[in-house]
């Protein structure tokens, strides 16, 4: 038995042994079959298709190149192609791609455009030496060109998601990276071409000093004429242009994601790289662009290999090697560059926008109160009420004013002086709201002959022909509100007025006008055109663009034209551009604590009325950008110093409030004249605007708001004999200038 027992143990001991010889030869095995398939030996040749930018490319040529890549260029041996479609923003444009590449059977990966991802991206509006540098005397004197890097730089972050030039490149490289079986990334531009012998030169170099070196440098030359790769003169081109280049799979440097489209995003690599220590990229050739990083650990290690074609441009002028088309293809790349962005921007917020929206006040609160005063609501029928009053007086000065001449025979006299922009835009806002909210049609025909008379050379007819009257009520035009028009030989308007009058009321006014029929279709756009001529004067004229440098509350009443017009003339791009670049101002206006950059004269009382109208301003010009929904916001937006509007606007209104029992009986209502409207208007753009910051400031107005006076009480008028800059205040009041929209509380819901 003993030595049965000990037969058994050698048994399980010869057993165990083979079974691990067995074990170890089986991982052995798969072990040398892993590194046969794994052999790294193949290109990954990358082609990264970007958006074309025209004028810097022919819209269009990033396709027609495509298909000539794929028509014409050479099938290599041991290599693999891959496109990469990064972030193609048009749609239309992304499925012409795929579908060129799906029928010619080649690979593709995409980087999408996401518009919610892009939305979410601001301006880089906070970097510059001094706030408010776009109106600043440096920028003033800066050339054309210095003055687009300047808003290239604006641009940054967008340009980095929408161009994701470095960004693709990455990706590239990422996705080499991850292919078992690939030792060479060549991420290309979307528009380079490798040609049989250029191919033939690079991988020839790639054998034969790739174990030592994991960069090489590929140069490039700008093609004029795409068919001269059919000549079969496929010899080594002169390749002065920056060249393309090539990585080992395990090589460690990449792009850098912060240098974008057209700001060295691959010069600055070939520079860590030491490919091109000649230039000092490493240095920013202004104080607010990023630096680029120091020499890359690798420095050295790459070599210039071969050459690659770039197809043409579309735009010859471009393509010539030449300094002079060099200085062409970096001004058309600025230019391309912001009006891509200009026409992305655009179109995402043209998705919403709409022209005929109202832009300072919200159709949601004055439907709100009209349905208050519908209620009998005690206080906003005592408003009403007043309102209908002035109403009616105005109604009484248009008959007056339309009397027959009686020097000159079917000719009226002109509109007094006194109704000058101003009063004609407080005039058509009372008459409108009165039709708002009592119905009565002789306040909508009211408004619209005003608005005829002055901005439309027209006038109604006291007495139409027979004809006419027969006719009124035949057709598609019947019913309508109106008679057929007269045309004046001249506009009593004075462009002047401008730089003075706040025309926001007006023109939603105009638009209620519209929707109830009182002014028709035809008018409306007349209407556009003249206020696009308003528009035009404000940001082309001499006197337009000295307001908008203005650092107190005229460049903000500036700002409020320049972004009402635009709303309402449909120039979406320009109500971007001023919408976002306003938030610039303040940094320069306010301080942290909140306060204003005082307004300088010895009369405390003519300080209190610019100071409050400055804020006002503000107030208004926040409201309607956050009506417009398509710019970020204003009422909250921090400055670089930690300022803001919101914060300013509650720390001026803390500061009077303390000040209010120290005044005289006259003084005090004076003061509270200017600070109720402000208040009131202020807590409804906290109530709207997004609730993450600034809620102190919100709580504290909430409570003290009604120590400024009630919501409803008539607007208090100043009292006493004034004088000198005072008296000039009244009357730029009475004209409608300097001042609020009347009935300003029937448009704000509590």
Known sequence: MPQVKKHKKWLKLAFTALSLLFLLTYISFFRWVETVEHKRDQLILYRIIGNDLPPRHKEGQTLSNLQFILDHEPAFPNTRKIFLLNRITDPANERAIIRLLDQHQMEYIRVPFEPKEYEQLDFQLESFPVPDFLHSDDYRRYSKVAKLRVLDHIYHTKNLYAMNNNGGRNRAIEHGKSIENARWILPFDGNCYLSYNGFKEITSQLERYGKEIKYFVVPMTRLLNNSVLLNNLD????????????????????????????????????????????????????????????????????????????????????????????????????????????????????????????????????????????????????????????????????????????????????????????????????????????????????????????LLNEYEQDRQHDLLEFLSDQGYAFPGHRSIPKYNRQRILNTSDLSKTDLSSLLDCLRLLRRRDWLTHREYVDLQSVMAEFLEYLITSPTGIHLAQMSDYRGVLYDLQATSLAAFTDDVRLLLRVANRCRMRIGKQFTLDGLQEAFKDDDWKVRVHYESLHLQYWVLLSRGIAHASVAKDVWHHIAANGASVSHGLTQYLRSHLDLLPSLSPSDAQFVKARLRPLAYTALAAFRHAPKATMQQDWAWLEEHVDAFGLLWEPDLKDEGRVRGMLKFIRNERIKGRSSLPPFWMLTLFN
């Open 235 to 454: 010899e080594r081109p002169k390749a002065p242009e920056e060249p393309q280049i090539i990585f080992r799979y395990d090589a460690k440097e990449d792009y850098n994601l912060n240098m974008r489209y057209g700001r060295r995003s691959k010069l600055e690599l070939l520079w860590r790289l030491g490919a091109l220590e000649n230039r000092q990229l490493n240095r920013p050739t202004v104080p607010w662009e990023s630096v680029g990083r120091p020499y890359s650990d690798e420095k050295g290690q790459f070599k210039n290999i071969g050459w690659v074609f770039r197809l043409f441009s579309g735009n010859p002028q471009q393509e010539e090697n030449k300094k002079e088309a060099s200085s062409i293809r970096a001004l058309s790349r600025l230019t391309a560059i912001q009006s891509t962005l200009d026409n992305l921007d655009e179109s995402l917020a043209r998705r919403q926008f709409r022209h005929e929206d109202l832009f300072l006040y919200s159709e949601t609160e004055m439907n709100e109160m009209r349905y208050e005063y519908w209620s009998k609501n005690p206080q906003v029928t005592a408003v009403v009420e007043r309102l209908e009053r002035r109403a009616d007086k105005i109604l009484k000065g248009i008959h007056e004013g339309l009397r027959p001449s009686t020097t000159q025979e079917g000719v009226f006299e002109s509109i007094p002086e006194k109704d000058t922009l101003g009063s004609l835009s407080q005039n058509v806002t009372v008459l409108t709201l009165a039709n708002y909210f009592l119905g009565t049609e002789s306040y909508g025909s009211g408004a619209a002959s005003l608005v005829r008379m002055h």
